[in-house]
């Protein structure tokens, strides 16, 4: 079992729909949780940063976060063209587990 | 604040030579990171450092590969007797502490022809 698994895509949806990302998890180490953006031919973005369980609002993303069902997600509301990219879930511990651990990303795309 | 730099942007090089690949991190950070990444595939770890040491270096392949933090400079990982495999792009990041976000730069884009 791999350390996270990541909703697999490619996921499409109209301008201004509601979207939802997850992520789940199997190291009770994670602490961390993170969410990164990444356009084509460009480095990942760091969209949202979470510790602890509960939501965590940006704009028009949400970031939740679930440590005893291990699960993670991002919402993205109103969603725009420009949302459209790869979206990549990481999380990390301390010590020994303090390496960025990442899923391996879906790509969204918000269709006009 | 500059973001994370590093460079050279793309690298070509022919089998059996080195590649040398450079990270400057943000300013204030002493945590750098790299990873690999290839078309249509995630992140995956490399190598984690901080100033003159390594933290983790799980991810690295055990032969050709290595990578160093100076007290002074950048980060560099070189690659030596590079192989078509090792084409990929190469993404450094950085954080100022270990449990804070990492930030990261627009990668190294190495070619082996």
């Known amino acids: 079992q791999k350390e996270v698994e990541q909703d697999p895509g490619p996921l499409s949806v109209p301008e201004g729909a509601i979207v939802s990302l997850n992520c789940t998890y199997s190291n009770s180490a994670f602490q961390y949780f993170m969410w990164y953006r990444q356009y084509s031919r460009k480095g990942p973005e760091l969209l949202m940063y979470t510790y602890s369980s509960g939501n965590k609002e940006d704009g028009r993303f949400t970031a939740q976060v679930d440590k005893s069902s291990k699960y993670i997600s991002l919402f993205i509301r109103d969603s725009q063209p420009s949302d459209s990219a790869t979206y990549l879930c990481a999380m990390r511990g301390t010590g020994a587990n303090s390496k960025l651990t990442f899923g391996k990303g879906i790509t969204l795309s918000v269709r006009p | 604040n500059a973001g994370v730099m590093q460079n050279p942007r793309h690298l070509v090089r022919r089998r059996g030579q080195e590649a040398r690949l450079r990270c400057s991190p943000m300013?204030?950070?002493?945590?750098v990171y790299w990873y690999r990444q290839l078309p249509e595939e995630g992140l995956k770890f490399m190598v984690y450092l901080q100033k003159e040491n390594i933290i983790d270096e799980s991810g690295m392949p055990k032969e050709r590969f290595s990578a160093e933090f100076p007290k002074e400079g950048p980060s560099i990982l070189r690659i030596q007797q590079v192989v078509r495999g090792d084409s990929a792009a190469y993404f450094c990041?950085?954080?100022?502490?270990?449990?804070?976000?990492?930030?990261f730069g627009q990668g190294t884009r190495l070619t082996v022809v």
């Open positions: 300013k204030g950070h002493s945590h």
């Open positions: 990041a950085s954080s100022p502490l270990e449990d804070t976000g990492a930030f």
